[in-house]
């Protein structure tokens, strides 16, 4: 697929509007990278009240500010390590609010340009994703709250990133036959981000409910391809609301349940992906068939990591990261098949 080729009466570079949001789109992947770290080191109840610290703006460290926090809060003792990472991932997500604030402020001084209902139902996702920052400590890490902050996220990301393709291009011209081809593959690719993002959901899932682990071994869990699951009480995804999940609640194999979904999907995706990724090379898009195939085995070879190495965590966190890379990539190039043009011959 070649690049983009903007209007003549269009130069991105005067658009501030296209500067906050290349900045909000690395503060969001900064963001959800901080919110991975966050769930995998167990300190999303680092602070147990919202959207303070045990009262404090940032987070008790000093002597008698920690005696103070432990007094007020004597069911949620003060730990330091799981403090710092709680609050420094809440900073990061207000930075980005106020940005996709500010976002919206320049799109109401320029309406009627392209972005406007972008930018605003962009603003309503990330005030939603706040709440659900905010639901995931007073309802204890209840799965389905994290789950959905992590879906959030990536969402926010997502919008973020095709606010920038959208204000960066307008239009691309590309031969006819190749445009031919490449709206052929149109259906597929929407699949492809679908497939990906229940998976990305899969995951979520799988990590609010403790259960990468689930599975020690690899290719095959507990030494079976099938080993005893319980899918009704793994997906039960109306448990009631209660207990404190940090830790998880369920059984081994209802975790074992929800670990196993989770490679089918990998390999649902990975089949999806690389077929999308074969057709694109033979219609001519080399290097987008390159890209797509490297992110899907750079994110299937860090899931496989975690369980060969008992989730360390930098891996933990890359493979969080790799499925935005890999959810990305497929979302730009549905953008740019969408918004191609065919190049008619004079």
């Not at 949620?76 to 930075?95: L, S």
């Not at 979520?204 to 009480?233: E, I, K, R, V």
Request: glycine share 8%; proline share 5%.
């Amino acid at each position: 697929m070649r690049p983009y080729q903007p209007d003549s009466d269009f130069n991105p570079r005067n658009d501030w509007r296209l500067r906050v949001a290349m900045a909000g789109t690395i503060l969001a992947v900064v963001v959800v990278v901080l919110g991975a770290f966050t769930r995998l080191v167990d300190a999303g109840l680092g602070c147990p009240d919202w959207p303070g610290c045990y009262g404090h703006l940032t987070w008790p460290d000093e002597a008698h500010e920690i005696s103070r926090a432990n007094a007020a809060f004597p069911d949620a003792p003060v730990a330091t390590d799981k403090t710092w990472p709680e609050m420094v991932h809440r900073y990061f997500a207000g930075a980005l609010l106020l940005l996709v604030a500010g976002l919206t402020v320049m799109a109401w001084r320029r309406r009627g340009q392209r972005g406007f209902l972008h930018t605003h139902f962009l603003l309503g996702l990330i005030i939603l994703q706040a709440a659900f920052g905010m639901w995931t400590v007073t309802l204890k890490l209840w799965p389905q709250v994290v789950t959905a902050h992590l879906l959030g996220g990536m969402a926010t990301l997502s919008l973020l990133w095709l606010l920038v393709e959208r204000l960066r291009y307008r239009k691309r011209l590309i031969p006819v036959h190749e445009f031919r081809a490449l709206q052929r593959l149109r259906p597929l690719a929407i699949i492809a981000v679908v497939a990906v993002s229940l998976q990305i959901a899969l995951g979520g899932w799988t990590s609010s409910n403790y259960a990468a682990l689930a599975c020690a071994d690899f290719p095959t869990c507990h030494g079976q391809w099938w080993p005893d699951m319980d899918f009704s009480q793994g997906f039960n995804v109306a448990q009631h609301i209660g207990p404190n999940y940090l830790g998880g609640t369920l059984e081994s194999d209802a975790r074992t349940a929800i670990h196993v979904t989770h490679r089918i999907g990998a390999l649902v995706v990975s089949a999806i992906v690389l077929v999308l990724a074969w057709l694109a090379w033979r219609a001519g898009s080399r290097r987008w068939a390159i890209g797509l195939a490297g992110a899907l085995l750079l994110q299937v070879s860090l899931g496989i990591a975690n369980v060969a190495m008992s989730l360390p965590l930098p891996v933990a966190v890359a493979h969080n990261a790799g499925a935005a890379l890999l959810l990305l990539g497929l979302l730009t190039f549905c953008y740019r098949i969408q918004t191609a043009q065919p190049k008619m011959k004079q």
